[in-house]
């Protein structure tokens, strides 16, 4: 398997033109080169995907859950056989270094295995009222997933959600970014002999178009997007029109809060890691730094000068540890926001800009940024309050565990964050009083299998990566028994 020249969108276990015939291009951030030519699916393909997977999931769903899970596991495996070139695609399609994409190529491989072990471990429920009257709890799956992923992570944020819907006994209809699809159709392609016509089905197409018309399909009966607060925000509206659930994964402005006592250089390179990671294109991405005031212009000094060592360049290259943007507009967009940084009186640290030329010249083919500081920042600053989701760390300073609990809670956003010290007392403290799904204590960013991700606030509602996502995908229906004889006792 390698990246097809062609892709048509994945409908009822295979591939085909757009009934509209039309053609997006998908081009590698690094080197700018066409990676491939990609259908894009409109209102009418859209209905006819989500008739596969309506035609489908009863089927899937009466299925012994250990058949299900056997399937399940043979994607896990399947994934694990395309590994390097899965995580290639992913790193041409996105930019993001090759280490990073193997890394979430092995998360969702292990995903799939874990939602075949959590479907046969699932109990239904048996409640015995009294000996004549008793409830059977069963848990039923929705129908037809629509699903909707943004560009930033394309293949672990669609295993975050395909693995428990599929495993829930539903069929999905799912729609990557319009400028990463490629992966996703990898996995179509590699599991077409595994899952059965109709089970999955990929769309790649426009939010306006392909999106909407998703939003807005009547058979379609639970929805899960990840992606900006602002379409999220019209995604509920949609689902709330047409009365079903949905699961949100939005941003976030995560606080990294870095004690005096904390593990100097591990803490100081993390810091670096948790923000400049794929570019800082990372929803959960430590974004804020907020450190001690009995450290901070030290810890600083020293995490700019860290940043100016980081090997930027080609993505598929072990050794980098920083590729291009997503794109040119993420560029420009994030040097807007270090510019409006200035203008609300922030001071640059280190970088601030592109770099130019490189080995080969290779920092003028692609949208690369260097790693960006910013500090002097305020609560009230835009660049304190807004993602920017790139490569760019505002840093405050507080006093104490109060303050810097209070710096960190002043969000709408509530994501993620971590706390670095060696006190306990201090750790469980912090991580108890942070508003945010997840709270690292001296490390940032794992997420394995089993770890309930998701948002407090504006960074969205429902949980992934962990069997309560189960939960989100299928809803409990009571069955309720009466075995007693005789008058029924309601006239008398
Ligand atoms: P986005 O603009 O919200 O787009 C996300 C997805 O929604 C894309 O597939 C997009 O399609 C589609 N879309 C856009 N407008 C739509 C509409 N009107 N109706 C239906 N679908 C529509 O986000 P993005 O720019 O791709 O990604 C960056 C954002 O995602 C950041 O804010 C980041 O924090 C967030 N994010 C959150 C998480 C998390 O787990 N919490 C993970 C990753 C990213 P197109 O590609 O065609 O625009
Ligand atoms: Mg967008």
């Not at 943004?150 to 006994?169: E, Q, R, T, V, Y």
């Not at 790649?204 to 607060?229: D, M, N, Q, W, Y």
């Not at 949208?367 to 960006?372: E, Q, V």
């Not at 971590?418 to 709270?439: C, F, K, M, N, Y």
């Amino acid at each position: 398997m390698d990246i097809q020249s062609h892709y048509g969108l994945f409908i009822d276990g295979s591939f085909r033109s757009a009934r509209s015939g039309d053609t997006v291009s998908v081009h590698a951030p690094a080197g700018g080169r066409e990676l491939s030519r990609v259908a894009a699916a409109a209102e009418e393909d859209v209905e006819d995907a989500v008739a596969a997977a309506a035609q489908e999931w009863p089927a899937w769903w009466a299925r012994p859950a250990v058949e299900r899970a056997q399937v399940l596991a043979a994607v896990g495996d399947r994934i694990v056989a395309n590994r390097e070139t899965l995580a290639r695609i992913e790193t041409l399609d996105t930019g993001r270094v090759i280490a990073e994409t193997r890394f979430d190529i092995d998360a969702i491989a292990d995903l799939f295995h874990y939602f075949a072990g959590v479907i046969r471990s699932d109990e239904e429920t048996l409640k015995r009222h009294d000996p004549q009257q008793m409830s059977m709890v069963l848990r039923e799956p929705f129908g037809v997933v629509g699903a909707i992923v943004p560009w930033n992570f394309p293949f672990l944020i669609s295993g975050w959600k395909l693995a428990p819907a599929l495993a829930a006994g539903n069929a999905v209809v799912i729609k990557p970014a319009t400028l990463t699809p490629l992966s996703l159709l990898a996995l179509a392609e590699i599991t077409a002999d595994i899952l059965p016509p109709g089970l999955l089905n990929v769309l790649p197409g426009s939010g306006r178009v392909c999106g909407e018309a998703i939003l807005a399909h009547s058979g379609i009966a639970k929805l899960s997007f990840t992606g900006s607060t602002e379409v999220g925000r019209h995604v509920a509206a949609k689902a709330a029109e047409r009365v079903i659930p949905v699961t949100l994964e939005l941003g976030g402005k995560s606080a990294n809060i870095v004690f005096p006592d904390a593990d100097y250089d591990r803490a100081l390179e993390a810091a670096a890691m948790a923000i400049m990671m794929s570019q800082g294109q990372v929803c959960s991405a430590g974004s804020r730094l907020l450190v001690h005031e009995e450290i901070h212009d030290r810890f600083v000094a020293d995490l700019a000068e860290l940043c100016r060592t980081i090997s930027i360049g080609d993505p598929l290259d072990e050794a980098t540890r920083m590729g291009p943007m997503v794109s040119q507009d993420q560029r420009d967009s994030v040097l807007e926001y270090v510019k409006l940084g200035t203008t609300e009186g922030a001071t640059i640290a280190t970088g601030g800009d592109a770099p130019t030329g490189g080995p080969d010249g290779i920092y003028d083919t692609g949208p690369y940024l260097n790693p960006t500081i910013l500090t002097g920042v305020t609560p009230e600053m835009r660049v304190c309050r807004e993602e920017i989701f790139g490569p760019v760390l505002v840093v405050q300073r507080f006093t104490d565990a109060a303050d810097g609990i209070a710096l960190a809670n002043n969000s709408a956003y509530g994501l993620a964050g971590a706390v670095w010290t060696r006190d306990i007392s201090v750790a469980l403290e912090v991580a108890q009083a942070v508003r945010t799904g997840t709270v690292w204590v001296n490390d940032y960013h794992p997420v394995p299998s089993g770890s309930p991700f998701g948002g407090f606030g504006q960074s969205g509602y429902g949980r992934e990566v962990h069997k309560a996502s189960l939960d989100g995908y299928s809803q409990l229906k009571t069955i309720y028994i009466n075995t007693d004889r005789g008058g029924y006792g309601w006239y008398r």
